[in-house]
């Protein structure tokens, strides 16, 4: 079996490097340091170097399943916060980043900014005197900047910095002493803000081009005037820009540009449509095959009905395309939407689908709370055990409970891991078995579309991602699929 390094990080000091290491496809793992052992994830240990491990304070033990645990230090370096996430609701716990440990007993005094309440999420980073918190409080549905003094930590509290407009969002946020830089989006497009905190007044950075996606570099400098971040678009590689907060200017520093691509009439939607997730407008190789053959790649930040009006306007009200050569590409909750085209999309809108490892069957999955991520996953699916409204839902746009004959379904090519953690690969087989047994004992279409099923017995949910090779390869043969059934000649 494979083994990965997944990430890698050095302590301030340059003293002790960590490495996370992960078997192919398990999605969990072994944290490494140079002298330790791995530590529980539900538990946070404060160590002092070059005393016994056995010596170790407990700081903080989470005793709910449905939470996440990590660590952090704030930019300025003052604190270390103890971050308690879940998909819906965060708690979290600052420690002075001076503390140390005394032989096992000595506890750090730790500060609770705001118990957890279903629905508040909250992040936290500090400046000077002050917490800056990113949070959706006060129905802040897209997030807002607050702010509140060390020892004024209550949400009631909590002051305004930056609030966003209804079709404003922020996505993340970066200190430094004098500033601080707001990534988002506005009007579902890239936005980078920068706010001047001696000042109180924030302006928007002119971007290159509004089709792309930014983002954030590794600015590990809290003294500093300048920042960097990252550019991509469908059409060049990643660029890298920096900004001077004070003169206000903008830098290329490394940028490739490529030129010479047409655009014509085939078609390949793409989404996600799930978590709040964009589909960004990024680089991605394969796309240049068909780029090159005259498709037009189309991102549709939609679910379900919306990804079906989408593609009918491509395909009537846009001259862009026609019914029949509509393709679309989902990947795991992506690929449970573009598998829901099976049965939601008029007859013969859509010529091909790719469900890459598809979340085809969330009906059975929810209500199976003994798998591993069922009831981490009620605050985005819903509990049909629980929710008759939430069992109807999910029950009209499952693809497995909706499979049915048809003489215009789609041709489909459809991937499973034998070692994926978050789909399991019982999911996209029983969705390919049952289409087959439907259309076996139907003698009206003698020969149906193709309907392939790729089952890679040494891998996970992400596939190939982290070697070249394989990843162009799976790749490789999907657009082979959708140029072979769009476009009779390759």
């Known amino acids: 079996m494979n083994m990965t390094i997944r990430k890698v990080l050095m302590s301030p000091d340059h003293s002790i490097f960590a490495y996370n290491t992960e078997r192919e496809g398990m999605e969990y793992g072994d944290l490494h340091f140079k002298d330790l052992q791995n530590r529980p994830q539900w538990?946070?240990?404060?160590?002092r170097i070059g005393t016994d491990q056995a010596q170790d304070v407990l700081v903080y033990e989470e005793p709910d399943e449905t939470a996440f645990v990590d660590i952090t230090s704030t930019k300025d370096g003052k604190f270390v916060t103890i971050n308690s996430n879940s998909l819906s609701s965060s708690e979290i716990r600052v420690v002075d980043a001076s503390f140390i440990p005394h032989g096992g007993t000595t506890t750090p005094s730790m500060v609770l900014m705001q118990p957890r309440q279903p629905g508040l999420e909250?992040?936290?980073?500090?400046?000077?005197?002050?917490?800056?918190?990113?949070?959706?409080?006060?129905?802040?549905?897209?997030?807002?900047?607050?702010?509140?003094?060390?020892?004024?930590?209550?949400?009631?509290?909590?002051?305004?910095?930056?609030?966003?407009?209804?079709?404003?969002?922020?996505?993340?946020?970066?200190?430094?002493?004098?500033?601080?830089?707001v990534y988002g989006r506005r009007d579902g497009?890239?936005?980078?803000?920068?706010?001047?905190?001696?000042?109180?007044?924030?302006?928007?950075?002119?971007?290159?081009?509004?089709?792309?996606?930014?983002?954030?570099?590794?600015?590990?400098?809290?003294?500093?005037?300048?920042?960097?971040f990252s550019l991509t678009s469908p059409f060049s590689h990643d660029a890298t820009y920096e900004y001077d907060m004070n003169e206000r200017k903008l830098k290329c520093i490394r940028r490739h540009d490529i030129q010479g691509i047409d655009k014509k009439n085939p078609v390949l939607m793409r989404s996600y449509g799930a978590y709040g997730v964009n589909t960004d407008p990024d680089f991605r190789i394969e796309h240049f095959p068909l780029l090159e053959r005259g498709w037009v790649i189309a991102l549709a930040h939609v679910s379900f009905r919306d990804f079906v009006s989408v593609a009918a306007h491509m395909a009537q009200g846009s001259g862009i395309s026609s019914s029949g050569r509509l393709a679309a590409m989902g990947t795991s909750a992506g690929g449970l939407l573009v598998g829901g085209m099976a049965h939601l999309a008029p007859a013969g809108l859509f010529k091909a689908?790719?469900?890459?490892?598809?979340?085809?069957?969330?009906?059975?999955?929810?209500?199976?709370?003994?798998?591993?991520?069922?009831?981490?996953?009620?605050?985005?699916?819903?509990?049909?055990?629980?929710?008759?409204?939430?069992?109807?839902?999910?029950?009209?746009?499952?693809?497995?409970?909706?499979a049915k004959f048809s003489k215009n379904r789609p041709a489909m090519y459809v991937t499973a891991g034998m070692k994926d953690q978050r789909v399991l690969y019982w999911q996209p087989l029983k969705f390919v078995a049952r289409l087959r047994d439907i259309e076996a004992q139907n003698t009206e279409n003698a020969r149906p579309p193709p309907l392939l099923l790729n089952v890679d017995l040494d891998r996970g949910h992400f596939g190939g991602q982290g070697e070249q090779d394989t990843r162009l390869n799976e790749a490789a043969e999907q657009v082979t699929f959708l140029i072979s059934q769009l476009q009779q000649s390759i």
């Open 43 to 47: 538990q946070v240990y404060a160590h």
């Open 122 to 181: 909250y992040y936290v980073d500090h400046h000077q005197d002050t917490f800056y918190i990113l949070t959706n409080a006060q129905g802040a549905t897209n997030f807002k900047l607050m702010k509140a003094h060390d020892g004024a930590l209550r949400m009631d509290q909590w002051r305004d910095v930056l609030s966003m407009q209804p079709t404003d969002k922020i996505e993340d946020v970066d200190l430094f002493q004098d500033h601080i830089v």
């Open 189 to 228: 497009l890239p936005m980078v803000l920068c706010y001047d905190i001696a000042r109180e007044e924030s302006h928007v950075i002119a971007l290159p081009t509004s089709c792309c996606v930014v983002s954030p570099s590794s600015n590990l400098d809290f003294h500093t005037n300048t920042f960097r």
């Open 353 to 402: 689908l790719v469900l890459r490892v598809p979340f085809v069957d969330p009906l059975s999955a929810m209500l199976n709370p003994s798998l591993p991520l069922t009831s981490v996953e009620v605050p985005e699916w819903g509990d049909p055990l629980q929710d008759a409204r939430a069992y109807d839902w999910m029950a009209a746009y499952a693809p497995y409970d909706n």
